[in-house]
């Protein structure tokens, strides 16, 4: 019965190569190995006798194999005459499957971040980006539900690795897989030898081409053994797959945490519903201790401290690296099923969990508050230097103005609930800037644009916020407004062609533009813009019911 099975599944393959007469062939011997041929006749005699069964117990089942070869001879010529198209999925698993090692090269040089951006949002679809995203066991569930039959190899694993993005590398397992972080290895082991599969290198953080900052993010050797493990057995058995990270590089600013590290792991993991092991390479207990709900959100299972744990981890499927689709966004037009909106569920839950539910039941809706704005400020650079005067104005036009100043030491709880609670959030361009995922679609976001830096709030934060469904408004200051202003001549191409200032490199816009350079806003042009934010939060307050925590302050912030 198996056989006939085999036949039944693999008769498109069959009819392809053979033809008609292996099949024919196939069944003659079927009816050899059934015996049927020592039969004179296809029905046995009817024995007179009513109390005698009719067919004996040999002849029914002799009798029935002989049906249901009958049945599959004539479904197989009836299909194979119809010949179905299926050559796309023919194609398309001899690629995954038909080789074990599928390296693409980046051939993009390291661009500057805003130009990189605008070439790089879709990662290049490939074989190995099929098994990244779980493509082709889509593909083999539904083959297997139909007429077609799937067969991977069962002895050798999988390892490639997809490097076409300029902003990261990531690499797929399957099989054996063992971790032996003593040599910063991944292995996989497999008792058959292939000379398809080659050892890869990989780091697992999302700037790839940002040299000097990969060069300190650790590098994991990953390399097929066919024995050379020996007797080492595994400590760990993981039932579920296992994706390593990195939590190095530029960790430690909340812009990277979550465009370099948070978001790329939720975009990666996504597909498997919690049902992932999380590998950090590069571990930081504060770094844990910040990001645990969230963290717990993502996983279901403990994290694996790759650096510190000695045992031997084994996985059955692995992914090494992460996806990333742009600046602090997610683009579901890449296969994703989740959006920035189902991210930012995940942070409520993470963040507020129980707490939020039990707040919300004692809060009832109030339309007549009064709107609340959120100031994020700074004491290094790129100050507010007439910050009074801001609070001020925002307090005359109607705000209830609110001062935040977060810190490593800030819950992010209570970061996330003053300011999902507020209509409004202004501040001057910097990494704080990356607090709007914590707003209402419909917010309004306020970003003070210092002297040269355009580009970089409207990359980094201003389209981000705009698919989150915020209201961005931007204030860009005036030469006049910047304290540079002080420090050059009116003529020096600092003030007058940033643009040109930029091109010299990152290093130098930074040190100019980002380091040494305060604000001083207009007040009376300021006041136009706050006018109309007001505007906008009065006429959506009225079209929708105010969230919970909505008149609440915390002690994070200073309500004034």
Known sequence: MDTVAIVICDWERIYREKGKALILDVLRKFWKMSRLHKFKGLLPPIKPISHT???????????????????????????????????????????????????????????????????????????????????????????????????????????????????????????????????????????EK????????????????????????????????????????????????????????????????????????????????????????????????????????????????????????????????????????INQANGTSKGIHDFQTLLSEGLLGARRQAEQKQLQANTQRQPKLVILTRNKSRVLLNL?????????????????????????????????????????????????LFMRPGSVFIQIVPLGLNWAAEEYYGEPAKKLGLKYMEYRISTEESSLSEEYDRDDPVLVDPVAVNKKGWSETKRIYLERQNVRVNIERFHRLLEKVYSHVKLHSRKRVPRFLSHLSFGISVAI
């Open 53 to 191: 069964p009719i067919l004996h117990l040999p002849q029914l089942r002799s009798f029935l194999l002989l049906l249901l070869l009958v049945y599959a001879s004539i479904s197989i010529l009836k299909l194979a005459s119809t010949r179905p198209d299926y050559s796309v999925f023919e194609s398309e698993t001899s690629e995954v499957f038909g080789s074990l090692k599928t390296h693409i090269s980046s051939t993009k040089r390291p661009l500057e971040v805003h130009e990189e951006n605008k070439t790089s949002s879709i990662m290049t679809t490939s074989p190995c980006s099929s098994l990244i995203n779980g493509e082709a066991q889509v593909r083999k569930q539904s083959i297997q539900q139909g007429t077609l039959c799937f067969h991977p190899p069962k002895k050798q694993g999988i390892l490639c690795c997809d490097r076409s993005h300029p902003r990261t590398d990531i690499c797929y397992m399957k099989g054996d897989i063992r971790t032996d972080s003593q040599s910063s290895s991944i292995i996989l082991y497999s008792p």
């Open 194 to 329: 292939s000379s398809s599969t080659q050892e890869e290198l990989i780091r697992p953080y999302t700037r790839k081409w940002e040299t000097s900052i990969m060069n300190t993010v650790d590098e994991i050797r990953l390399k097929p053994d066919n024995g050379a493990l020996g007797g080492r057995r595994c400590d760990v058995y993981h039932v579920v797959p296992g994706v390593v990270f990195s939590t190095g590089g530029y960790t430690g600013n909340v812009y990277h945490e979550f465009n370099d590290g948070l978001l790329p792991l939720y975009i990666t993991v996504g597909r498997f519903g919690g049902e992932v092991v999380l590998v950090v390479l590069e571990y930081h207990k504060w770094w844990m201790s910040r990001y645990e709900g969230i963290v717990k959100k993502i996983s279901r299972y403990d994290v694996v401290n790759f650096r510190r744990d000695k045992r031997v981890h084994c996985f059955k499927e692995m992914i090494v690296g992460m996806k990333i689709h742009g600046e602090l966004t």
């Open 388 to 436: 009074r005067e801001v609070i001020q104005t925002c307090k005359c036009i109607g705000f209830k103005v609110h001062l935040l100043k977060p810190n490593r030491n800030t819950q992010l709880a209570d970061i996330y609930s003053l300011l999902n609670s507020a209509d409004a959030m202004l501040g001057v361009h910097g990494a704080a800037m990356t607090h709007f």
